[in-house]
Structure formats: structure tokens, C-alpha cells
């Protein structure tokens, strides 16, 4: 199993920034793609960010510009720094990783708890 532990999410002002954090841990083979997506109030989750293996980044349209995905590889695990934050951005923010546990099975899709940003003034 794969557990993940999401930190720095809060209260920020409209402009300000913050840093998400998402440790991964447990009986990790490998890691692939690593991502954040986000889920506001009365609507889907929505994807925000990914990062491959690679270090190849994809960002959704209304955060590019503002928001950098990162990953430490030999930490298993990733970053989102956000900038610039809007009241549009508060939302739920989940990350995910698809690891491997071993060498004999595929990637699987794992998903940490949450963390709540809200942008406010």
C-alpha cells in the first residue's frame, strides 16, 4: 500500500502564495506521474497540475503562469507553488501519484486526503 500525506494548505489574501506539499510512503516500487487536482464547492475536481517521471509538466489554463509543479524523486514527493492566488482558486486540493508496489504489477492511482486553500480577504 501507498499512503500520502498532503501539508500547506490555509487561509491567504487575494496575491498571496502558497506551497502544497504530498509525501508518499509505503511499499513503493516506483513512481511515475504525479499530479494536483482540485475540487471547489459545488463542482467537479478538476485537474490543476501534472509532473512525469521525467520531469514533462502539464498545466490547466486557469493556473498557468501562477502555479509550478515540482518533484523530488528522492523523496517521493511533490510540490505545488501557487502565486498570485485568486479567490477563484479556493478549493479542496488533492495530489496523486501512480506508483508501482512492485515490479510485477501496474501503476496504480493513489490519492492523498485533501487540503483546503481558501483565498480570501
Known amino acids: 500500500q501507498v499512503q500520502l500525506v498532503e501539508s500547506g494548505g490555509g487561509l491567504v489574501q487575494p496575491g498571496g502564495s502558497l506551497r502544497l506539499s504530498c509525501a508518499a510512503s509505503?511499499?513503493?516500487?516506483?513512481?511515475?506521474?504525479m499530479g494536483w487536482y482540485r475540487q471547489a464547492p459545488g463542482k467537479q475536481r478538476e485537474l490543476v497540475a501534472t509532473?512525469?517521471?521525467?520531469?514533462?509538466?502539464n498545466y490547466a489554463d486557469s493556473v498557468k503562469g501562477r502555479f509550478t509543479i515540482s518533484r523530488d524523486n528522492a523523496k517521493n514527493t511533490v510540490y505545488l507553488q501557487m502565486n498570485s492566488l485568486e479567490p477563484e482558486d479556493t478549493a479542496v486540493y488533492y495530489c496523486?501519484?501512480?506508483?508501482?508496489?512492485?515490479?510485477?504489477?501496474?501503476?496504480?492511482?493513489?490519492w492523498g486526503q485533501g487540503t483546503q486553500v481558501t483565498v480570501s480577504s
Open positions: 496523486n501519484v501512480d506508483a508501482q508496489t512492485t515490479r510485477r504489477v501496474s501503476a496504480y492511482r493513489y
Open positions: 509505503g511499499s513503493i516500487f516506483s513512481i511515475t506521474g
Open positions: 509532473i512525469t517521471s521525467g520531469g514533462s509538466t
